[in-house]
């Protein structure tokens, strides 16, 4: 017999009314005359890039934004033929492939700019680049120091045909933390290498610096576009920003899963591996089978929070490979019933951000860990997704 969404053990149940509400949510916030990217990239976040890719054009997304290549080229496989860019881009990458597919690639250094030329050249066609600047994160991107001379070749490029420079970009580093002094001093610095490009004749498509918490709090970083990220699965990208809620957002993932067992257990019996947990009474247990396996932290062992039977509990002992337990004191819960570790919490349920928390880490983590054993069920389908 076939699973339903009912019946399945485990699942994340993905709405993806509530991703088209984000992106007009955040359309809105920025107002007319600003694009708004959806960055798909892990597997939209671990919701499914496709089926969310779809969900953010229906929105109003005008672009769509990867991390690999792989991934931008799978969009292009299923479809899906608006802008799309790809900005982390290795030696050896498949360029030829990027040029025939239209993506527009992301330059950080003259090694990219020769291959995507080397490229061009060998399959006749026309690159479309982005030239990313390092304007103070220090990850990828272009130090200031080195942004003439690509700009300068980048532009020789262009006037020989091989590559179209679209873009000009760069990202914060602490956009994140509200008043963070390198937000000011990155904003300067691509305002600086951005006056640079253009005075040396690099008229781009679209200018763009802000990610999730810059399109949330900075109205003066949002050029030409906005990148929304985490704020398009329903995620503040900062508790010091504020909630979901607060912005006009609701969380597109609900992870679900259904009690493989409860059973009643006497007072003083340990519960999982180390027996960091002990019952101080008679009680029943519930077992949930969610694991560390399906992106479960194990660091939220005895405190990630789980609605169960109405009420929330918390996870009993350590977090195993493919289970853990609940403890249910008296309550009497069937086997099958719903344990439900995150949502959108208006329904009682904890939210990604809790068991951010609980694990000490940061919701982007705890939504994008959530792995490939756990099948994705969307709702709120429509046709043309």
Request: hydrophobic share 40%.
């Amino acid at each position: 017999m076939s699973e339903t969404p009912q019946t399945l053990r485990a699942r994340a149940e993905i709405d993806l009314g509530a991703l088209r509400g984000n992106v007009r949510a955040l359309r809105e916030r920025v107002g007319t005359g600003v694009q708004v990217m959806g960055v798909v990239k892990a597997d939209a976040y671990g919701h499914g890039a496709v089926p969310c890719a779809r969900a953010a054009l229906e929105g109003g997304a005008t672009w769509l934004g990867t991390a690999t290549p792989h991934e931008a080229l799978a969009l292009r496989a299923a479809g899906i033929d608006v802008p799309v860019l790809c900005w982390l881009w290795t030696p050896g990458d498949p360029w030829d492939e990027g040029i025939r597919a239209g993506l527009d690639m992301s330059l950080s250094g003259m090694w990219a700019l020769e291959e995507v030329t080397r490229a061009a050249r060998a399959t006749g066609g026309t690159a479309r680049v982005q030239l990313k600047a390092d304007t103070g994160l220090g990850r990828n991107g272009c130090q200031p120091a080195d942004w003439p001379r690509l700009v300068g070749e980048a532009l020789k490029a262009q006037a020989e045909g091989l590559v179209r420079i679209t873009g000009v970009w760069s990202h914060f580093a602490c956009a994140d933390e509200p008043g963070h002094p390198s937000i000011a001093a990155q904003l300067d610095a691509f305002h600086d290498m951005l006056g640079y490009a253009e005075k040396a004749g690099v008229e781009p498509e679209v200018r763009h610096i802000a990610n999730s918490p810059a399109t949330l709090t900075l109205p003066e970083s949002y050029f030409d576009l906005v990148r929304a990220g985490i704020a398009l699965y329903g995620v503040s990208p900062s508790p010091e920003l504020g909630t979901a809620a607060d912005f006009g957002l609701r969380a597109v993932m609900r992870l679900v899963g259904s009690l493989a067992l409860v059973k009643t257990v006497p007072a003083g019996h340990g519960v999982s591996y180390g027996h960091h947990y002990v019952t101080e009474r008679e009680t029943n247990l519930g077992l949930v089978p969610l694991g560390y396996a399906d992106g479960i932290p194990r660091h939220a062992s005895g405190r990630g929070p789980v609605l169960v039977g109405g009420k929330v509990r918390t996870v009993a002992g350590r977090v195993a490979m493919d289970q853990f337990v609940v403890d249910l004191g008296r309550d009497a819960v069937e086997p099958g019933a719903p344990a439900v570790l995150f949502g959108a919490g208006d329904q009682g349920e904890p939210t990604a951000e809790d068991w951010a928390r609980a694990a000490d880490t940061i919701a982007y983590e705890i939504v994008t860990r959530i792995g490939s054993r756990v099948p994705r069920v969307y709702t709120n389908v429509t046709h043309a997704s």
